[in-house]
């Protein structure tokens, strides 16, 4: 049953105490959040995966980039387990890196490699960290750098300030929202289609972009509509929309606010007000905030179930299985980023952590 298998969860953390530490993403189910040590958004538990140098073992209730992350910031003799290993996320799955590099090289024969007469590069790789780690080492050797939903913007000011234009990877969204939101026109931001030359697009079209988007999008935040927001409105005068800056740019545009999840979860806190607010995201972070903040009454925009299909990949018996491997002293699904990636990879991270206010 449920209960045995926390009172199993407890068991085990309680034998290996210091040596094991639990990292839940907001995404993820209450019977998992309930045996994290932190509970955070990505960047907040990357920051907290730098932060734990007591833990010999970093067990990341989360999806696979996340637990390559923190693999790649852990300290050394450090360990990641992904509880389970199936627990991806068809984002970042959607820019890999032959593809990428072949896009770099066909931007290159268009662009050149000469800096202008400011010193900015053609192009700066920018990947969302919904990647995979191949794919922050490749921003990491050309140049480039890593963001989060709740940093984009000042990640694109410092390309903007190294480079001439940007290739953003994997979300077209976050991208295009975040590139808009600063002023960038939207046919300056072309889109890259792997599969057609040229990404799909002419030459000149290239030369006047500023933002290169990947055509990469997340499953559970396209799912959002005008539609959705026209009938909360209808239903509930008055009612606060925030969506995440994943859903596309016409929701986005329609809501009131858009901010990562942790944006979201301050907005919330924030408000002195009882207020209703209908939110654009995970439905398990949904959720949480209405158990959280009872003063408010806050519902999720898509009235049909949505939750990350991957993140829930995350069972509790999973938990339970890699928790009780480590007290028999054996390692089980540990996630370990191949050292010629990491380099890259940790110099890209650092850059966006070095790039933050
Ligand atoms: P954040 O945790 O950065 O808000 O990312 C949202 C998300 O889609 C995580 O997979
Ligand atoms: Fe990937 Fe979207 Fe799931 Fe995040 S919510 S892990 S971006 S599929």
């Given at each position: 049953s449920n209960d045995e298998l926390h009172a199993r969860i407890r068991a085990a953390k309680a034998t290996l105490g210091e040596r094991v530490v639990v990292l839940g993403h907001f995404y993820q189910r209450d019977e998992v959040v309930q045996h994290a040590d932190f509970l955070g958004d990505s960047f907040q538990l990357a920051n907290a995966a730098q932060t734990v140098?007591?833990?010999?073992?970093i067990v990341f209730c989360g999806v696979h980039f996340m637990a390559e992350t923190a693999d790649i910031l852990a300290q050394e003799g450090q360990r990641v387990i992904l509880p389970?290993?199936?627990?991806?996320?068809s984002m970042a799955d959607m820019a890999d890196i032959d593809s990428v590099t072949d896009a770099w090289e066909q931007l290159e024969a268009v662009y050149g490699t000469e800096p202008d007469?400011?010193?900015?590069?053609p192009i700066i790789p920018v990947t969302y960290m919904n990647s995979s780690a191949a794919l922050k080492g490749f921003c990491g050797d050309h140049g480039g750098i890593v963001c989060t939903s709740s940093n984009a913007a000042t990640v694109l000011d410092w390309a903007f300030e190294r480079g001439q234009r940007v290739l953003f990877f994997p979300d077209q969204h976050l991208g295009r929202n975040t590139a808009k939101a600063m002023?960038?026109?939207?046919?300056?931001m072309p889109m890259w289609?792997?599969?057609?030359?040229l990404g799909g697009n002419d030459e000149q079209g290239l030369l006047d972009a500023q933002v290169v988007l990947w055509h990469g999008f997340c499953s559970v935040h396209k799912r959002f509509t005008v539609a959705q927001i026209d009938q909360a409105r209808a239903e509930f005068p008055g009612v606060r929309v925030i969506v995440h800056p994943e859903c596309p740019m016409e929701v986005v545009d329609a809501a009131d606010e858009a901010g990562s999840t942790d944006y979201i979860r301050k907005a919330v806190a924030a408000a002195t007000e009882p207020t209703t607010f209908a939110i654009g995201t995970e439905i398990n972070m949904v959720n949480r905030l209405a158990a959280d903040f009872p003063q408010h009454t806050i519902f999720c925009l898509d009235p049909v179930v949505c939750p990350c299909s991957t993140m829930y990949r995350i069972h509790p018996g999973y938990l339970a299985w890699v928790l009780e491997e480590l007290v028999e002293g054996r390692v089980v699904n540990r996630i370990s980023v191949d050292a010629a990636v990491t380099a890259g990879a940790k110099v890209a991270l650092e850059r966006m952590l070095a790039a933050l206010p």
């Open positions: 140098p007591d833990a010999e073992t389970n290993l199936a627990a991806g996320c007469a400011d010193g900015r590069v002023g960038v026109p939207l046919e300056r289609n792997p599969r057609k030359a």
